[in-house]
């Protein structure tokens, strides 16, 4: 019922930037939170930023000051701005929204969805 599709990702020198983008389609009738989450190998999954549907954002204390969050609401649409980007940071990244769908004719309900990843790597 709902597709995230991130971009963005790809292979970056220590210090460059990149910019991901993650488009939700479906059957949406509005997305609460959305958020990026990223998952390094023998890592556990954790959250890197997230952004409520009011704009309130909140971000891993290891990348506070580096990266950005931001959506576009009329897009369905989440951004991650990464700058100054360290061997640390290289990993899969995760888009997540909390998103909610028509449930027949006169219900709705939430839906936890989550994209495909995307990878991004970080030379030293």
């Known amino acids: 019922q709902v597709q995230l599709v991130e971009s963005g990702g790809g292979l970056v020198q220590a210090g460059g930037s990149l910019r991901l983008s993650c488009a939700a389609s479906g059957s949406i009738f509005s997305i609460n939170a959305m958020g990026w989450y990223r998952q390094a190998p023998g890592k556990q999954r954790e959250l890197v930023a997230g952004i409520t549907s009011g704009g309130t954002t909140n971000y891993a204390d290891s990348v506070k000051g580096r990266f950005t969050i931001s959506r576009d609401n009329a897009k369905n649409t989440v951004y991650l701005q990464m700058n100054s980007l360290k061997p640390e940071d290289a990993a899969v990244y995760y888009c997540?929204?909390?998103?909610?769908?028509?449930?027949?004719?006169?219900?709705?309900?939430?839906?936890?969805?989550w994209g495909q990843g995307t990878l991004v790597t970080v030379s030293s």
């Open positions: 997540n929204a909390d998103v909610t769908v028509r449930d027949g004719s006169w219900g709705f309900k939430r839906l936890d969805a």
